[in-house]
């Protein structure tokens, strides 16, 4: 049964001074299409971009640190958000990310749970992983570790 009002949409408010910085990086270097969206006037800008597929990770701290300890990046101090984009090709677009002038954090590694995942520090402070999946989500659910929450032992 499918809950009453559910969520269709995802959307990722990033509010930032550098506006045209993260447009172009978001939009132009990660490919994210523009969709039309309202604005008044002057410094009243706003972009809305299409990143395909969303879904909310939730995840304890003890996960994060994990999952940055697996990507070999620096570890946060608190809680983040930080943006997770499935690409074809994770070193590819980790380094055109780079090029761009994002910062990379962590450099394209396989994962223990069968992903490539690159991290870059994009504009306004925010974290951005490319991860790759290497094999389909019903291959994974036959491997150990791999679970709903509710099927894990507590």
């Known amino acids: 049964m499918t809950p009453p009002n559910q969520p269709r949409q995802l959307r ?17 270097v990660l490919g ?12 009243d800008r706003v972009s809305i971009l299409h990143a395909g597929i969303a879904t909310i990770e939730v995840a304890t701290p003890t996960h994060a640190r994990n999952i940055d300890r697996i990507e070999g990046a620096p570890s946060s101090t608190g809680p983040t958000l930080r943006l997770a984009l499935e690409v074809d090709d994770a070193a590819r677009a980790a380094a055109d990310a780079v090029a761009a002038d994002a910062q990379l954090l962590a450099p394209p590694t396989e994962t ?10 994009g504009p306004a402070g925010w974290q951005v ?3 790759q999946e290497l094999e ?9 570790g791999f679970a709903t929450d509710n099927e894990r032992p507590r």
């Open 12 to 28: 990722l408010i990033i509010e930032t001074e550098e506006f045209d910085e993260a447009v172009r990086f978001y939009r132009d």
């Open 32 to 43: 994210m299409a523009e969709q039309p969206a309202f604005a008044t006037e002057g410094d």
């Open 112 to 121: 223990p749970f069968r992903s490539v995942n690159a991290r870059v520090q």
């Open 129 to 131: 992983s490319f991860f």
């Open 136 to 144: 389909r989500v019903d291959e994974r659910a036959s491997r150990p």
